[in-house]
């Protein structure tokens, strides 16, 4: 079965600067995908990057960029300029990929990140 | 135009009690999930449905059943309720089981 664990529950950085989220998941399978989801006080989930396992670079938005290492099992959340805006949860999520694929998302259990003006 | 939406937004009722919680997408999507967050914010998936299909049905009451009328919705039965249903269910969607899957606002459940 796979886990997902963000050892991280809050964290908190101050406006402007760089903050990393971790997250670390254990699974025996080579053909998954990786997301971070981010959850803002509005409860609405928002998808903020998605990394297939496959590719060996790691995917960027803006801000957001990752630091997915197979080897390890590790995938961390880098957000660059923080705005106050992006306080919220943070959510890693693994889904296992193939034509097996249920599309079912396993998700840790969140980093509360603030971001203080 | 909200690409999936769920009504109502917020439900309070008794134990014992029926409810539905109704979603829509408006993506084009085939694929469509319920999650449940419990109180810790905890996320996980209770039932996915590809092409009206049920595919993935996790260990989950048979007092929750979902039906799915057509690929764009997906509703969710609760029968006799319980206090330990009390939590945010929240809708998603995909195009297949490996697309990306974007989520409803969430409707907050307490059962009192």
């Known amino acids: 079965a796979q886990t997902v664990t963000q050892s991280q529950p809050e964290m908190s950085v101050q406006e402007a600067e760089t903050v990393t989220l971790s997250c670390t998941y254990d699974t025996s399978e080579n053909n998954y995908y990786l997301f971070w989801y981010k959850q803002p006080p509005s409860r609405q989930m928002i998808l903020v990057i998605r990394q297939e396992a496959y590719k060996q670079q790691n995917a960027t938005e803006n801000r957001f960029s990752v630091n997915f290492q197979k080897a390890a099992k590790s995938f961390s959340l880098k957000i660059s300029d923080s705005q106050l805006g992006d306080t919220a949860m943070y959510f890693c999520?693994?889904?296992?990929?193939?034509?097996?694929?249920?599309?079912?998302?396993?998700f840790g259990k969140g980093t509360k990140l603030s971001v203080k003006p | 135009d909200t690409a999936v939406s769920q009504t109502p937004k917020y439900l309070v009722t008794q134990m014992g009690n029926d409810k539905s919680i109704k979603c829509e997408q408006n993506l084009g999507h085939d694929t469509m999930y319920w999650y449940k967050q419990d109180s810790k914010k905890f996320l996980k998936i209770m039932f996915s449905y590809n092409n009206k299909e049920l595919i993935i049905n996790e260990t989950v009451p048979n007092r929750f059943s979902p039906k799915s009328p057509d690929k764009a919705h997906l509703n969710l039965h609760i029968n006799s309720l319980e206090l330990g249903d009390s939590a945010v269910y929240f809708c998603?969607?995909?195009?297949?089981?490996?697309?990306?899957?974007?989520f409803g606002p969430g409707t907050r459940l307490l059962v009192l």
């Open positions: 999520a693994f889904m296992k990929g193939g034509s097996g694929s249920q599309g079912n998302l396993i």
């Open positions: 998603a969607s995909s195009q297949g089981p490996l697309g990306t899957q974007y």
